[in-house]
């Protein structure tokens, strides 16, 4: 089992930055890919970014690449998402999703989740 706890969110203004952080316990976490999800109300949940187990790999959704970024620091067992100039259609719950081998898009494709963290930006 691996618990997966995600904080940083919070209120900002348009063209603001947030960063996010999501810490992982439980197993090893050196051999999971991470991803970011959101889900805003009345939506599906929609995949953000993903990245390999060692981070050499990176993958963004089309509507943030250029003003996200994801990292991961296995040492600490944590994986961030700094989000820049955010605008209100990034409004949402964030989560944190974990899965053992290669990186996938798809919310199905993950084992474990994080209670997820919102984020709201105003314009």
């Known amino acids: 089992q691996v618990q997966l706890v995600e904080s940083g969110g919070g209120l900002v203004t348009a063209g603001g930055s947030l960063r996010l952080s999501c810490v992982a316990s439980?197993?090893?976490?050196?051999?999971?890919?991470l991803s970011w999800f959101r889900q805003a109300p009345g939506k599906e949940r929609e995949f953000v970014s993903v990245?390999?187990?060692?981070?050499?790999?990176?993958f963004y959704a089309d509507s943030v690449k250029g003003r996200f970024t994801i990292s991961r620091d296995n040492t600490k067992n944590m994986v961030y998402l700094q989000m820049n100039s955010l605008k209100p259609e990034d409004t949402g719950v964030y989560y944190c999703?974990?899965?053992?081998?290669?990186?996938?898009?798809?919310?199905?494709?993950?084992?474990?989740w994080g209670q997820g963290t919102q984020v709201t930006v105003s314009s």
């Open positions: 439980g197993r090893t976490f050196g051999n999971y890919a």
């Open positions: 999703a974990a899965r053992i081998g290669i990186p996938r898009l798809t919310s199905q494709s993950y084992d474990y």
């Open positions: 990245i390999t187990w060692g981070g050499g790999s990176t």
